[in-house]
């Protein structure tokens, strides 16, 4: 009677799956790392008064010992390369520094008061507007802001879309000081 003969796998082909899964274990791990510290690194930057040091946080802090800017103060914004003067009614304005994630070309900051912060609840994410740096002149590319040149960038001033919440009194206050940013946005000048 003739011998039968077993079939098996060889070894190496046992192996070979093992280094695969090993492999893609080892390149898995690899992407969280790396998206970790992408995000840790391109975390917003929240910057309150004249301070140049920031944190990275997703929401602004509420600071206390934010300080108060008086009428034809200087606010400087280091992060866009400028400054302006404020006028009376934009008493503790802190901003949050943004960069486009689809267009390298923009740099936004996104500004607040602790009036608005306290009037919304809290929430530190309620703009009284937007004023963006472009490497290039924002007409050329598309956008309808009206834009001016400062040094090598150019700068535009949006104000907010829509109201943070739901309130008359709140509506009001974010309007009035819109406009006061916008007066203060139209004295703007290069970082000094």
């Not at 510290?37 to 509420?62: C, D, E, K, L, R």
């Not at 960069?99 to 390298?104: F, G, I, V």
């Amino acid at each position: 009677m003739p011998k039968k003969s077993k079939v098996s796998r060889p070894k190496s082909l046992s192996r070979k799956w093992l280094y695969a899964v090993i492999l893609v274990i080892v390149i898995l791990a690899c992407a969280a790392v790396y998206m970790t510290s992408y995000y840790a690194s391109h975390n917003n930057a929240v910057v309150t008064g004249n301070s140049s040091s920031t944190q990275g946080t997703t929401q602004p802090p509420i600071d206390t010992n934010t300080q108060q800017p008086v009428d034809g103060q200087t606010f400087k914004i280091p992060e866009l390369g400028i400054q302006m003067t404020l006028p009376e009614g934009l008493e503790g304005l802190e901003y949050n520094v943004e960069t486009n994630s689809q267009d390298s070309r923009v740099l936004y900051a996104n500004f607040v008061t602790a009036d608005i912060i306290e009037k919304n609840g809290g929430d530190a994410r309620c703009s009284i507007g937007t004023i963006a740096r472009w490497t290039s002149n924002p007409g050329e590319l598309g956008s309808s802001a009206r834009a001016i040149s400062i040094g090598k960038y150019y700068y535009s001033y949006t104000s907010p879309q829509q109201p943070c919440i739901n309130t008359d009194a709140t509506d009001s206050m974010q309007q009035q000081q819109s406009s006061l940013l916008q007066k203060a946005f139209d004295t703007s000048g290069p970082l000094r």
